[in-house]
């Protein structure tokens, strides 16, 4: 298998990658951004409520065989693109929204910042 290009330095590419991937930080200590997972599956946001700092980033990730997006609700100040089966979308949380699915809405979600 090819080699990824190695970290140099803390907080490089790899690392972003490698949280978006897995949905760990692997940052030591202090007031670093967190990376949050929003799992979709089963028709459900999941969890459905967040609560998050701001700065923090927030990954939805459809693990469902139907493609699902990610708008805001109030007045599509925001919106995914169309999330196929197995991909991921990421949103970097700054104030506090509510969304749902615009292919079905009845998948409502919120997240909280503060
Ligand atoms: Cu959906």
Request: net charge positive; with cysteine.
């Amino acid at each position: 298998m090819r080699r990824p290009i190695l970290m140099t330095k803390r907080g490089g590419v790899l690392c972003c990658a490698l949280m978006f991937l897995t949905g760990f930080s692997f940052s030591g200590a202090g007031p670093v951004a967190k990376t949050h997972r929003v799992e979709i599956r089963q028709m459900k946001f999941n969890p459905s409520h967040l609560s998050v700092k701001p700065g923090d980033t927030v990954v939805f990730i459809n693990l469902d065989m139907v493609t699902h997006d990610v708008t805001e609700a109030t007045g599509q100040s925001w919106k995914s693109p169309p999330l196929p089966a197995k991909s991921s979308w990421k949103k970097v949380a700054r104030t506090s929204a509510t969304y749902y699915c615009s292919f079905h809405p009845v998948m409502k979600g919120a997240i909280t910042v503060k």
